[in-house]
C-alpha cells in the first residue's frame, strides 16, 4: 500500500474551477496507478478519472471534457484539474492507488490505498 492525502478542496461557485492534489508517500508509489473517485451524500461512490503509468487516462462519463487527471513522478503527486464546475459534481473527492494488474481502473476495490478525501462544493 501507499498513503495518500488529499488537498485543494473547498467551495466554488458553478463555472468556476479547482485543482485537487494528492500526495503520495511509500517506497511502491512509482509502480501504482492513481485514480479518482468522487462520493456525494446519498449517493455512491463514483469512479472520476485514471492514469496509467504509461499515460493512459480514463474518465467517468460526468468528468469527460472538463476534468484533467495528471502525475509528476518528481512530486510524488497526482492532480485532478476541474474546470466547468456544475453543483452536481459537489461530493467528496477520493484519490486511490491500486497496483497494477489489480483489477478495472473504474471498479474502487480495485484499489488498495485511500485517502482521506476532500470537499468540493459547488454552488449554483
Known amino acids: 500500500q501507499v498513503q495518500l492525502v488529499e488537498s485543494g478542496g473547498g467551495f466554488v461557485q458553478a463555472g468556476g474551477s479547482l485543482r485537487l492534489s494528492c500526495a503520495a508517500s511509500?517506497?511502491?508509489?512509482?509502480?501504482?496507478?492513481m485514480g479518482w473517485f468522487r462520493q456525494a451524500p446519498g449517493k455512491e461512490r463514483e469512479f472520476v478519472a485514471h492514469?496509467?503509468?504509461?499515460?493512459?487516462?480514463n474518465y467517468g462519463d460526468s468528468a469527460k471534457g472538463r476534468f484533467t487527471i495528471s502525475i509528476d513522478n518528481a512530486k510524488n503527486s497526482a492532480y485532478l484539474e476541474m474546470n466547468s464546475l456544475k453543483p452536481e459534481d459537489t461530493a467528496v473527492y477520493y484519490c486511490?492507488?491500486?497496483?497494477?494488474?489489480?483489477?478495472?481502473?473504474?471498479?474502487?476495490?480495485?484499489?488498495?490505498?485511500w485517502g482521506q478525501g476532500t470537499q468540493v462544493t459547488v454552488s449554483s
Open positions: 486511490a492507488a491500486r497496483p497494477p494488474g489489480s483489477g478495472t481502473y473504474f471498479s474502487g476495490t480495485a484499489y488498495d490505498s
Open positions: 492514469i496509467n503509468r504509461s499515460g493512459g487516462m
Open positions: 511509500g517506497r511502491t508509489w512509482n509502480s501504482y496507478i
